[in-house]
């Protein structure tokens, strides 16, 4: 089992930054990707960002691509969203999730960190 915990979420200006960590504890050797989703109130998650957890391979929503970073520390079993340019419609609470291969779902998650961008 892997245990996520995401942090640095709260509020922001529109334009602003913000960034967001998620620290991997447990067996973090079965972790193929880490992702970064979001929740809007009234809304389905959606998936924002992900990268391999070995190879460092980044995908993006087309929503925050050239907007956004995600990152990797193995050394430190820690990723990194950098989110920049925030907008009101940012405005969520972001999780990450890994999975352990490059088929198959995301199976585990973090309990999540609020994100405000205040227009």
């Known amino acids: 089992q892997v245990r996520l915990v995401e942090s640095g979420g709260g509020l922001v200006q529109a334009g602003g930054s913000l960034g967001l960590s998620c620290a991997a504890s447990g067996r973090t050797f079965s972790i193929y990707a880490v992702g970064w989703f979001r929740q809007a109130p009234g809304k389905e998650r959606e998936f924002v960002a992900a990268?391999?957890?070995?190879?460092?391979?980044?995908r993006y929503a087309d929503s925050v691509k050239g907007r956004f970073t995600v990152s990797r520390d193995n050394a430190r079993n820690m990723v990194y969203l950098q989110m920049n340019s925030l907008k009101a419609e940012d405005t969520a609470v972001y999780y990450c999730?890994?999975?352990?291969?490059?088929?198959?779902?995301?199976?585990?998650w973090g309990q999540g960190t609020q994100v405000t961008v205040s227009s």
């Open positions: 990268l391999t957890w070995s190879g460092g391979n980044t």
């Open positions: 999730a890994t999975k352990r291969g490059v088929t198959g779902a995301y199976d585990n």
